[in-house]
């Protein structure tokens, strides 16, 4: 997963500042950070849920997706 921030971070955010007017930048950051880092509780709750079920499936369900991540930042 580290890869993938690291790969699009800059440019991500370069961009959100090249597109959004100056006074509304702080707005948009917010609203993207909110969405971002609010998503990883219930993705860790998702994973604590399948987890339960079979750890084995939850792990490489969880690298595969990551791993598609990625291939979409880098595709």
Do not use: H, K
Request: charged share 15%.
């Amino acid at each position: 997963m580290l890869r993938g921030v690291r790969l699009y971070g800059v440019n991500q955010q370069t961009l959100r500042q090249t597109l959004i007017a100056p006074e509304l930048l702080s707005r948009a950051t917010a609203t993207w950070r909110f969405l971002d880092y609010g998503m990883q509780p219930l993705g860790a709750l998702t994973g604590g849920l399948f987890g339960v079920v079979s750890l084995r499936a939850t792990l490489i369900t969880g690298a595969a997706v990551d791993g598609c991540g990625d291939g979409v930042l880098l595709g």
